[in-house]
């Protein structure tokens, strides 16, 4: 398992990290993609992906990414805003009235604005996102296919893949990049980190002058 610092963990892509901003992928997507792989292995890691309702969030989450992404923030909302839609029309399912309404889901794109919100119950929300889900392309049946060998792999295939130890690597990454910055040297900012099994950075190399000159 190893990571390039000064390229995106997820996608190996350069970082401009002479901009002064620590970081350690290119983009949303790439830091929502390995997110993602860390959550499915550690839900094969438990067996939590043998409830039906966990299997069936995982497809759905698998699908958004496959789409081109799940945008967390723009759809984070607050507890308040959550409980007002949820008690909307009487507490009662915006789509079929009869059940209580115990989800909340965004009508139309990832805005979390009120007008953009409904509660629904459970069959109905998952029955909504059944339809839009729809078949997948070539290129979407190429980054599942990618994806899917990333979470299935016997050990993570990337140092962000780990679910158990990023969190702990993630930070001395980022560190190693600071230290950099300091260094009389802030050019060498491209380097090979090798990680031990347990997930310890062990060897660090500054880059080439040929990357360096990239």
Same mark, same amino acid.
């Not at 963990?9 to 860390?38: M, T």
């Not at 496959?66 to 789509?95: K, N, Q």
């Given at each position: 398992?190893?990571?390039? @610092? ?73 507890? @308040?805003?959550?409980?007002? @839609? ?64 990333? @979470? ?63």
């Amino acid at each position: 398992m190893q990571c390039t @610092v000064g390229r995106c963990a997820n996608c190996d892509a350069f970082l401009d990290l002479a901009s002064g901003h620590a970081r350690l992928f290119c983009g949303s997507y790439c830091r929502s993609f390995a997110k993602d792989v860390r959550y499915f292995r550690a839900c094969r890691r438990d067996r939590r992906h043998t409830d039906p309702l966990v299997a069936h969030a995982l497809r759905v989450r698998l699908a958004h990414l496959v789409a081109g992404g799940y945008d967390e923030t723009a759809r984070r909302i607050s507890p @308040v805003l959550r409980a007002r @839609v949820l008690t909307a029309a009487g507490g009662m399912c915006a789509a079929c009235g009869r059940r209580p309404a115990t989800e909340i889901d965004h009508v139309d794109g990832p805005s979390g604005a009120r007008e953009n919100l409904q509660g629904l119950c459970g069959p109905c929300n998952r029955a909504k996102t059944a339809v839009r889900l729809g078949p997948m392309s070539p290129d979407q049946l190429a980054v599942r296919s990618a994806f899917v060998v990333r @979470v299935e792999a016997r050990s993570p295939a990337r140092a962000c893949d780990d679910d158990v130890g990023w969190n702990d690597l993630q930070p001395q990454l980022l560190e190693r990049i600071r230290a950099w910055w300091s260094s009389a040297l802030p050019t060498e900012y491209l380097g090979r980190v090798e990680f031990a099994p347990d997930g310890r950075p062990v060897i660090i190399e500054p880059a080439s002058s040929d990357d360096r000159g990239r």
